[in-house]
T-cell receptor, first 116, second 110 residues
């Protein structure tokens, strides 16, 4: 299957700082990538759809100024959590699919964010 | 709004047993359904993808079925092994987005 890579796999930061998470499609180009958040024992919740060369589309209730998404190339999307607070601590996972919008979706390894 | 339910939340079986994991969804207007495996603290590994026009897909010891009209899917695992222990999530796709269930945490006892 296709490979999606995330970095870093875990990060600890202080309240008020910003953290950037990278998502790369290693063996295919992705015009669209998706960012999810997962709290313990909960399902994955879609945060936003990242579109190459244009603005991201955010799901209802997700603050676009807090979770900045940049999709500058066909293989890289970044999620920046700005002015992080402890309640932002979570598992962030990105995904992408080669091919059509009905095709198989592949996920990165996830990034564990802990805000102190 | 699409809702995806997976019951039970956890399951423990002895090694070698054949088992079925269930998934139900409320809106049958889906493009596809995908089953994933998630190990603790890790990302998701895609297991099987079923398009809306298909009834089932098979990969090795895994078989997934889809009944759109009744809003149900099952993941069948044959001859379970301790290495199958993980959380299994189903997700239904529409308009390029996936809606996930909470998953079933499977433990296969040696």
């Amino acid at each position: 299957g296709a490979v999606v890579s995330q970095h870093p796999s875990w990060v600890i930061c202080k309240s008020g700082t910003s953290v950037k998470i990278e998502c790369r499609s290693l063996d295919f180009q992705a015009t669209t990538m998706f960012w999810y958040r997962q709290f313990p024992k909960q399902s994955l919740m879609l945060m936003a759809t990242s579109n190459e060369g244009s603005k991201a589309t955010y799901e209802q209730g997700v603050e676009k100024d807090k979770f900045l998404i940049n999709h500058a190339s066909l293989t890289l999307s970044t999620l920046t959590v700005t002015s992080a607070h402890p309640e932002d601590s979570s598992f962030y996972i990105c995904s992408a699919r080669p091919g059509s919008h009905t095709g198989e979706l592949f996920f990165g390894e996830g990034s564990r964010l802990t805000v102190l | 709004k699409q809702e995806v339910t997976q019951i039970p939340a956890a399951l423990s079986v002895p090694e070698g047993e054949n088992l079925v994991l269930n998934c139900s969804f409320t809106d049958s207007a889906i493009y596809n359904l995908q089953w994933f495996r998630q190990d603790p603290g890790k990302g998701l590994t895609s297991l099987l993808l079923i398009q809306s026009s298909q009834r089932e897909q098979t990969s090795g010891r895994l078989n997934a079925s889809l009944d759109k009209s009744s809003g149900r899917s099952t993941l069948y695992i044959a001859a379970s092994q301790p290495g199958d222990s993980a959380t299994y999530l189903c997700a239904v796709g529409r308009n390029s987005k996936l809606t996930f269930g909470k998953g079933i945490t499977l433990s296969v006892r040696p």
